[in-house]
């Protein structure tokens, strides 16, 4: 059978319970569409050999009857995830050469499910960035191009090569990380479905961290259904990571009933921003339309502290940054600098890191070290951490006057060319998070569907935001939007 | 407030980052690009507003204070990029 690699997860899963594929068929011929699609640079180290051995075990256990949902369903995990013996490093030089001798809670979650690892996905360095551009593996390049046009897009960041690989079919899914947007601004850069859920849902043991207030694993999938299998295999308490929920795990597909009649939806005023593209103004619109034409409420909502989100969150994320990523110091694991005669262990410090952190990772830990040093930590860190409590509290008001969900833009434009953000100053980077940062600072979750097309053809998606700990009734919400929008297209095969 | 060279230089002294000097004045003036940006905080009205300190009102949870883990030298040790007779190596740090 050809093209298995096209499936979504739920197909594949009933084929493969029906007896009409194999987990080995089915992860063959993702191998084949990867090896062929180097010119994305999504996967950034195969690990095949892996892939057809759990396949072999996955289809073993199928035969058997014992098959969760997750089971043969062969995916992609991105290089933020440690994964035992398989190179796991973050997209950075630092952690050139770290093999991890643990593995992570939710890729051993999905393995005990059955699924199959086809390798590990380029991303920005440490999650820090919105294109994928920071990566010590070069760029992710989008499958989408603008008609008419062979320029290579960003698939956004900092879950770009999960983004990418998932839209061109390489693989059925995607681990992503959301630490400000990182699943959803790149799952709307390529027509694909990303899920950041309510901090605490899914462990972040054994994830390299960034911001661990904010870091949230999530699914990358090519449908909402497919979220909500992914989603359910990732979730869970863990013990190993003390901010992670003790709250039962619902079966979000069975919630997936598409019926919102009388939902109360809130469309924030705060974010029809200056300047908004009309397109993006257009699809706002378009969506509220279909969630009012399936039976839902549409609501005028105020969150007031919105504008101040992203200045927040660049104190909060990078001074949570310059602590956790004082671990790399060349002593542990990871890139020590060859030392010259006379250098110390200061030396050692300073010229390991030096080479090790890229140019945007560098001056995100300065950032983070100057905001909380003497005399600044208040000034800085302690009133964005007030700000942050007020943007917070915007949302718990709305959601205790009756709003169910809350429907924005995912982003403030289309995919963008790779390297024409190049001269840009890093504020303006900063700003491809706007409409997906407050999600975190607020630990809600947050879903990007894709709902149309830009005039040059590219995907375009919608954020819906939920109240914390229902991910079901979200992605239920999700589910109707997506039927109601029948986005289907796809990008056209050029690699 | 604007950040000189000086104040970079400190930063990055503290950060455990080397600077040439010579990239000192471009990285103290995409500081002030980000700080500049980040004053807009300061237009907030946060009188009587606890920092937040967690995104849901958890509370951390105990368990008994025992041994769970540990025994693994060599698992520990293995990606270092020095590792001498069951030891993390580093230059000589006292004199």
Sequence with gaps: MSELNKLTLADARDKLRAGDVTSVELTQSCIEAIDKAGALNAFVHKTPEIALEQAKAADARIAAGDAPAMCGLPVGIKDLFCTKGVPSQAASAILEGFKPEYESTITSKLFDAGSVMLGKLNMDEFAMGSSNETSVYGNAVNPWRREGSDADLTPGGSSGG????????????????????????????????????????????????????LDQAGPMTKSVRDAAIMLEAMCGHDEKDSTSADLAVPNFEAMLTGDIKGKKIGIPKEYRMDGMPAEIEKLWENGQAMLKDAGAEIVDISLPHTKYALPAYYVIAPAEASSNLARYDGVRFGHRATLEAGDGITEMYEKSRAEGFGHEVQR??????????????????NRARRVRALIKKDFDDVFAAGVDAILTPATPSAAFGLGEMTDADPVQMYLNDVFTVTVNLAGLPGISVPTGVDSQGLPLGLQLIGRPWEEGDLLNTAYALEGAAGFVAKPGQWW | MSIDTKTAAKVAKLARIKVEDEALPALANEFNTILGFIEQLNEVDVEGVEPMTSVTPMRLKRRVDEVTDGGQQDKVLKNAPDAREGFFAVPKVVE
Excluded: E, N
Aim: proline share 3%; aromatic share 12%; with cysteine.
């Design chain 1, 162 to 213: 999960s983004a990418a690989a998932v839209a061109a079919d390489l693989c059925l899914a995607a681990t992503g990380t959301d630490t400000g947007g990182s699943i959803r601004q790149p799952a709307a850069f390529t027509g694909t479905v990303g899920i950041k859920p309510t901090y605490g849902r899914c462990s972040r043991w054994g994830v390299v961290a960034f911001a661990s207030s």
């Design chain 1, 364 to 381: 995100r830990v300065m950032v983070g070290t100057y905001v909380l040093s003497a005399g600044f930590y208040d000034a800085y860190y």
